[in-house]
């Protein structure tokens, strides 16, 4: 059970702990990096656009001005530029407590690829993400205070892993594309976190969603069009939640002391549409140990990160 009308002033203190948020710029992350921020961990904004983190830190840093903040460029629609991250995390040496797997996009309307020849979606907000994870793993603090959350979402219900056509060649849609890449988030963080129980580790692996929440992802994908975008802001505008509450069950999953591994949260409202964080529901599919130990190591050979146990350094294949 979660505390009733849980909010950032919830938040134990963070003075001493470091926080990476990917997608930190705005939306969700942004709010998380803040409240993160405001209750004093440093905070690595991960993010493509160093003009949008330097206007995000001046904002944050307006309402915290002790706020310890740091920007690490990383595209997780590119593998070069994850790997770049990772190395340059190596190079610092600094223990992580927090991982927030939060960068993401939504229902491009026409199929593209990556640079590494994957759907756009599924590149952006699942693959880029599983192979980050697996890179920092080595470099997350021992203890149970230390968190692994992939943002994962309501849509992940209706989702389905498409293994005879991951990459969605055939019969692309937007929609089904996003709701595979929040399937296989939250199929991954409750793998991750059985793993990481296995190997004797008190790192904790959880997942979140932020219901219906107003952000930068309702214009439904940089390449979408007007009447596309304008229908977001429509449907979101009326019955959803600000980002900064939608962050709620992401910020509870990554800093409450009896966040559970293994566990989903989300808002405790209609659907879960809206409202204060609690247990969240996990559709029976995204349960499916077996598939997602399939998903698991395909995703290890597509990103050719093999995800190592904690205290191991991750691995190239081949």
Known sequence: MTKSRWS?????PQAG?????TGATSGLGYEAARALAGAGARVVLAARDADKAARAMVSIRHVHPEARLDFRPLDTASLASVRAFADGWQAEAKPVDALLLNAGIASV???EETADGFERQLGTNYLGHFALAGLLLPHLRPGPATRVVAVASIAHRSGRIHFDDLQLRHGYAPQVAYRQT????LMVALELDRRLRTAGSAVRAL???PGLARTDITRRGDRAGPLARLAGRVIFGAIGQSAARGAGPILYAATAPEAEGGAYYGPDGFREFWGDPAVADVAPHARDADAARRLWALSEVLTGVRV????????PLG
């Open 207 to 209: 997942a979140a969603h």
């Open 182 to 185: 929040k399937l296989a988030l």
């Open 17 to 21: 702990r470091l926080a990476i948020v």
């Open 109 to 111: 309307p026409r199929r």
């Open 8 to 12: 950032d002033a919830d938040i134990p």
């Open 308 to 315: 190592p146990l904690p205290g191991a350094p991750a691995a």
